[in-house]
């Protein structure tokens, strides 16, 4: 059984041209929990200078980057290698969107990785033969100029999304307030409104109610939010420069 | 019926520092076929000759891109807005994923808009107390630093993935209240409140009227709605036994 980061996919960047796109692609990496990074033949080597302050604080990603001269080296150990390009390519061969790549990484037994080409060129054919499969983002076909770190980071994001566990969304939200509180509030602006004529004509009566019922329980107010609007009515029925 | 343009939500950057992070935007949004871009109070000024570089050929939005002193004027046709932010906030507002509420702008009429706060800081809690919804990224707790344009470029792909899915329903729902009616209905109940003491003390105004907008905001009322609290709240006003 693969380790837990065993099963995280590599992200593999072949002849990346600078440094700075190297960092942010580490960037976008963590920022969706993935930390291994493969490079294929960086133009200016490695290490590269340029490529931390582009990181942003994305480091650990960057000082455990392994270097490989060939793609073949690179995905040597990978049982599902997915090749990223924008552009149909004279090769027949599966393709999928970076979601269904997502779940098939998290599916699959074995390594897999995701493939980049360099800056503006993108992919050569070659490159794209030894993958298994071709991962296409679907983008605007009139502005499909989409840069390297951008891609790694729908595609990191996409992982993320596709991994099960990982689904504690922030949720500080309290539960809508009983039936007996919403009640209570109803009650209470209706009698407020009441000596006031709100109900004339009185053949209106029932759909007024249910109008103004419906309204106030669309909201779904909790707890304490009913027990403002309370004291929200409480304030109105005041007098004036009395408060 | 609006028009399909009109469907596309609007991205709102507000309080913008640099030029190059505008563009980098602009490109996010038209890689998914996002076009409106609105500025709210641009740091340097608009227009910025740092943001056409970064643009990377997306010019079409930053030529189109309008200008607006507030986040209030930015978002006044909006009738659905979304606060983007990666940090909890104590405020009771529903949360959402970037693809719930790429569904939702697809299927709810009216127009829509999503916020972005500064670079670095985010955006204020009063500007999130403005947004019917908060908009959260699902991102590596350890590493949640994303930067402008990957965020805009992840609601924007969520976006333009939801746009093949989207069914035209039919809809005999009435559109959201604009947040210009929105504005008005607040600013009524503040009115009322005022003179009664409701505001004291004093030094917790901000929080109080942060509290009912978002109380206010919540239940995404209609036009029809909004003018029936307008109606409630001017019976109030009234001297019992004089309806």
């Known amino acids: 059984m693969a380790s837990a980061a065993d099963r995280n996919p590599a992200i593999v960047l072949v002849r990346p041209q600078l440094g700075e796109n190297i960092g ?25 200078p340029s490529a931390g302050p582009a990181a942003a604080g994305a480091d650990v990603v960057l ?43 998290h599916a699959a037994p074995g390594k897999s990785a995701i493939v980049f080409g360099p800056e503006r060129s993108g992919l050569e054919t070659d490159d794209v033969a030894r ?9 605007n076909p009139d502005f499909p100029s989409l840069n390297l770190a951008q891609a790694v980071i729908l595609c990191a994001y996409e992982w993320s999304k596709a991994q099960a566990l990982v689904q504690p969304t922030v949720e500080d ?40 019922r419906n309204m106030l329980t669309k909201p779904g107010w909790n707890h304490l939010e009913v027990r403002t609007m309370r004291g929200v009515l409480s304030t109105l029925e005041r007098d004036p420069a009395k408060g």
């Open 63 to 105: 000082e455990r980057a392994e270097v490989f001269p060939t793609l073949a080296d690179a995905v040597a150990d990978c049982a599902n290698v997915y090749a990223t390009t924008v552009r149909k390519r004279g090769v027949t061969k599966t393709v999928v969107t970076a979601e269904e790549a997502a779940r098939e990484i």
């Open 24 to 48: 942010k692609a580490a960037r976008a990496m963590l920022n969706f929990g993935l930390s291994e990074l493969r490079l294929v033949a960086p133009r200016d080597g490695w290490p590269n």
């Open 131 to 139: 993958a298994r499969a071709i991962l296409t983002i679907p983008i």
């Open 173 to 212: 939200l309290l539960p809508p307030a009983s039936q007996d509180e919403l009640d209570g509030l109803i009650a209470h602006i209706e009698a407020m409104l009441e000596p006031r004529g709100y109900f004339y004509p009185y053949s209106r009566v029932d759909a007024t109610r249910r109008n103004l």
